[in-house]
């Protein structure tokens, strides 16, 4: 029975093949999903003044991909930028001012000057040969 | 009201309300960065908080929009909790199944875990519209689970198209403004939260909340979470895209709304309402309306009439609060 | 038995219609309408969640399983569903959180809920809705026409037909099984005419419990819904992935014919019954001329060739019990036998090729690269609900007989009610 109906069956490549009914694995808490990197849409960086600011988190909670994080013990904040957009909110949700829009190209490691940053894995493995 | 025995409903532990925002910001994140949503995009600030507020035991539903397609392109997923894509049809009816398997499984003794908080996650459309029946019958059922309208005003996934809570005077791809159609929508938008609450009047947790108020959101999600049966949370989630403004404007836009008295934050319970935002005056519409390019095209008398509508609505609610004259 | 050697086969034929494996079966013996079979099959079951909203005629189904519930002998969550789109849609959420589901429905119901079939079979989500067959508005007829389940053949669930309530209470339980076999986790349509079998009560006998539960075991769905276990159901794919998941659901309803082989054989073997996994031929051993039927109707035409072998007429029936998976080259060996078919539809297709219904279609395949045909037709029979009776029947033995004689038919469909009156 299974040999007969076998010739109506796909064979299904193991590198192309997805996950059963296309369930996948969530990422962990607090992590990142690295299949979908956004730092590459920047056009401005978001830069805080630690001096100006008060650690009051108004910053943490206004962005939407919770790329703004507290570091160095938790007693400054600072931003993961390979999947910050640059949208600007946590820069208007500070209450002194204490956060810089500043564009990409002022920075050396601008994201106008990445090669092949910010790729989807499947796409860098296109461009791997050149 | 839930089936479950009591010493299983015992097990359903609590979430603790936030105190204050240093509070909110220690809690794990379980909507993690890497998601391909607009920059500045209210409705992910908006599921971002909901899952930081919702913690580990918790599934949630994305009906198709753009909590969807933007969060799940492709095949991965930002969520750090199980999540499950419904139609845009049917966020109410998943989580009521979802809700009946667990209440089975626990009684039968198949599932030795406990109670985990039900969340969908649907847009105005999917609340209100096309997915209003099945919205309703969630709550009209009581299920256990929390229903969360992230209300961007239109159907934004598509392109921006209207949906039953976009405003009077709204440019969208199927109301643009013309020699006919001067104010672009002519039809007043559904008061969906206030709809639900009179036509569930056993459902016993109704919030209104907005991303421009964090922590008040936040604790309005656990709130809903704790409750029995079935509640529902309405987001007001600013579409940066949608309603014309800059993405660093999003939060702004979101305060004017409930400055101007046209997006109310409100609890309501024990058939009371309560509301957190109680100024001496609402500013007039006119200052939210001017920062959005989606209301640009219209004229004074177009203000007036928006302005009455919103006087009409706080005097419907029982809000005394005036209004500031222009 | 599909196997097994053609003397074997021959001398169960024999067996059969002498009616001696009658009564092999032990058991309990009930007097059960097709509802009422399937109602004490879930409750055996021991399902978990079920989602109703009434329409007619398999309504009485819900009502049973609701007073099952309340009297305390299955412990059911009922869900009330506001429509039948919200009932596949709970049974949907149900199922992704690990419950046995069911829900069901006949006619225009089980066209709203079209939306969620396919995303409920591309999910592997092993649930079971019941369909009483009803003919699709207009006009509100209450009666059987197979449109209604037969129109979803596309979506991906596995789709079957019941002749009696005895086999209605077999199938509940073997479609669970080979829907939940971790080689096939797809959802199943368990259909059975509305009113023939749905409201008329036959004898139904009924094992223990404990044999039940030795040939169904509980649900196991490792990738369910769990906090324990947080995974994401159904996110968009990769352009230029789709094809890759149409193939995986392709060879998931190929993966079933053995399962399906393997799980009726077993029933078989533990109940004392003797189906075939996928088709009954009846009376075929020396026939020239068969009617090939599904469902309920099929009943009456065993009578109606009974009557005109008693005559001399050659003919015999073969009935599937599958539409979804078809068993197509199991159909072929089969059919290529005889000089010609006539397909009994109680369905309709309007404008399909040969404007046949819609069984004549899938027949015409199958048969298509067999170097030797036979005479293919279809008889339109039953629509609107309605009885098909015996001398319909004979209506169709001659239409058969003449065109295994000529070689040809006048018509590619005959009506019942136009052509033979």
Redesign the interface.
């Known amino acids: 029975m299974k040999e007969r109906y076998k010739k109506y069956t796909i064979e299904i490549p193991e590198e192309m093949s997805?996950?059963f009914a296309?369930i996948?694995e969530?990422?962990?808490?607090?992590?990142?999903?690295?299949?979908?990197?956004?730092g590459g849409?920047r056009i401005y960086r978001p830069v805080v003044d630690s001096e100006k600011c008060v650690m009051?988190?108004?910053c943490?909670?206004?962005?939407?991909?919770?790329?703004v994080l507290?570091v160095d013990g938790g007693n400054k904040i600072g931003f993961?930028l390979?999947?910050c957009?640059?949208?600007?909110?946590c820069?208007?949700?500070c209450p002194v001012n204490a956060i810089d829009?500043v564009p990409e190209l002022d920075f050396e490691d601008g994201v106008p000057f990445q090669d092949a940053l910010f790729l989807l894995p499947h796409v860098e493995a296109l461009y791997a040969d050149d | 009201m839930t089936?479950l025995l009591e010493e299983q409903v015992q097990a359903k532990v609590d979430l603790p309300l936030l105190q204050n925002?240093?509070k909110?910001?220690a809690l794990?994140?379980?909507?993690?960065?890497?998601?391909?949503?607009c920059?500045?995009?209210?409705p992910?600030?908006s599921?971002?908080?909901a899952c930081k507020a919702a913690g580990?035991?918790?599934?949630f539903?994305g009906p198709t929009g753009c909590m969807?397609?933007a969060n799940?392109?492709?095949?991965?997923?930002?969520?750090?909790?199980?999540?499950?894509?419904?139609?845009i049809?049917?966020g109410?009816?998943?989580?009521?199944?979802?809700?009946?398997?667990?209440?089975?499984?626990i009684?039968?003794g198949?599932?030795k875990?406990?109670f985990?908080n039900i969340y969908v996650f649907a847009g105005d459309g999917g609340s209100s519209d096309i997915g209003l029946?099945?919205a309703?019958?969630m709550m009209?059922?009581d299920h256990d689970a929390i229903f969360v309208c992230y209300d961007n005003e239109c159907y934004s996934n598509t392109g921006i198209q209207t949906s039953a809570q976009t405003p009077y005077g709204a440019w969208t791809t199927f109301t643009p403004p013309g020699p006919k159609i001067p104010e672009a929508k002519k039809l007043w938008p559904k008061d969906f939260a206030r709809g639900m609450i009179a036509l569930h009047p056993g459902m016993q947790y109704t919030a209104a909340a907005s991303i421009s108020y964090?922590?008040d959101y936040m604790n309005k999600i656990r709130k809903a979470a704790n409750v029995h049966g079935a509640a529902l949370v309405h987001v007001h989630a600013i579409c940066p895209k949608g309603w014309g403004l800059?993405?660093?404007?999003?939060?702004?836009c979101g305060k004017l709304a409930v400055e101007c008295g046209t997006f109310h934050l409100f609890e309501y319970e024990n058939g009371e309402y309560t509301y957190q935002y109680q100024p001496k005056a609402f500013k007039p519409v006119t200052e939210y309306l001017k920062i959005q390019d989606r209301f640009a095209h219209l004229k004074p008398e177009h203000h007036q009439k928006i302005q009455e509508f919103i006087n009409q609505g706080l005097k419907r609610c029982g809000i005394k609060i005036p209004v500031e004259a222009v | 038995m599909a196997n097994a050697p053609e003397d074997v086969k021959l001398k169960r034929q024999a067996e059969e219609d002498a009616g001696a494996l009658a009564d092999s079966r032990t058991g309990t013996t009930k007097f059960l309408t097709g509802l009422g079979a399937a109602a004490h099959a879930l409750k055996m079951a021991?399902i978990?969640?079920a989602?109703s909203y009434p329409i007619r005629p398999y309504t009485g189904l819900m009502m049973m399983l609701s007073m099952m519930a309340a009297r305390g002998e299955l412990?059911?969550?009922f869900?009330?569903?506001?429509?039948e789109?919200?009932?596949?849609?709970?049974?949907?959420?149900?199922?992704?959180?690990?419950?046995r589901?069911l829900t069901g429905s006949s006619g225009v119901g089980v066209m709203y809920a079209m939306?969620?079939y396919s995303?409920i079979s591309g999910g592997r989500c092993p649930l079971q809705m019941v369909i009483a067959d009803r003919t699709l508005d207009p006009p509100g007829d209450f009666g059987s026409e197979h449109t209604d389940a037969l129109s979803t053949r596309d979506q991906g669930w596995l789709l079957g037909w019941a002749h009696t309530p005895q086999e209605v209470f077999d199938n509940t339980l073997m479609f669970y099984r080979i829907g939940e076999d971790p080689r096939v986790y797809l959802p199943q349509m368990n259909c059975q005419d509305g009113y023939f079998l749905s409201h008329i009560p036959m004898k139904v006998v009924v094992p223990t419990q404990e044999e039940v539960d030795a040939f169904l075991p509980?649900l196991q769905f490792p990738d369910a819904?769990?906090?324990?276990?947080?995974?994401?159901?159904?996110?968009?794919?990769?352009?230029g992935?789709g094809h890759i998941l149409e193939a995986s659901r392709v060879n998931a309803m190929m993966g079933a014919f053995p399962v399906i082989d393997e799980v009726v054989n077993d029933f078989n073997s533990r109940f004392g019954t003797s189906y075939d996994p996928f088709v009954e031929q009846y009376k075929c051993a020396d026939a020239e001329y068969v009617l090939f039927i599904s469902g309920g109707h099929a009943y009456t035409a065993k009578f109606a060739v009974d009557h005109m072998r008693e005559k001399g007429m050659k003919i015999g029936l073969v009935r599937t019990r599958w539409v979804r998976p078809w068993p197509t080259d199991y159909l072929a060996d089969i059919l290529t036998k005889f000089k010609a078919v006539g397909v009994v539809e109680t369905n309709n297709s309007f404008g399909a090729a040969r404007q046949c219904g819609i069984l004549t279609l899938e027949v015409a395949t199958t048969l298509y690269q067999a170097p030797k045909k036979p005479v293919l037709t279809a008889f339109m029979a039953g629509l609107g609900g309605e009885v098909i009776r015996l001398d319909e029947f004979y209506y169709m033995g001659d239409v058969l007989k003449d065109a295994a004689a000529k070689g040809s038919t006048e018509r590619t469909a005959y009506w019942i009610g136009f052509h033979n009156v």
């Not at chain 2, 920059?39 to 209210?42: T, V, Y």
Request: hydrophobic share 35%; charged share 15%.
């Open positions: 997805i996950p296309g996948v969530s990422p962990k808490p607090n992590g990142e999903q690295p299949l979908m990197l956004t849409w009051c988190k108004s943490v909670l206004a962005c939407p991909d919770a790329t507290l993961n390979d999947y957009k640059g949208c600007g909110l820069t208007w949700a829009r | 089936t925002i240093h909110a910001v794990d994140e379980y909507y993690v960065m890497g998601h391909r949503t920059a500045g995009c209210g992910a600030l599921y971002r908080l580990k035991n918790s599934i539903l969807y397609v799940t392109s492709y095949l991965c997923v930002p969520w750090a909790v199980p999540w499950m894509h419904t139609q049809t049917d109410g009816a998943v989580a009521s199944g979802i809700s009946a398997a667990y209440e089975a499984r009684r039968k198949k599932y875990g406990t985990p029946q099945a309703s019958a009209y059922r964090p922590v800059r993405a660093n404007q999003v939060l702004l | 021991d978990d969640v989602s412990d059911l969550e869900v009330h569903g506001e429509g789109h919200a009932q596949l849609g709970i049974a949907h959420g149900a199922s992704s959180a690990g419950a589901a939306e969620v995303p509980p819904l769990d906090p324990e276990n947080p995974l994401g159901h159904g996110p968009q794919l990769f352009p992935q």
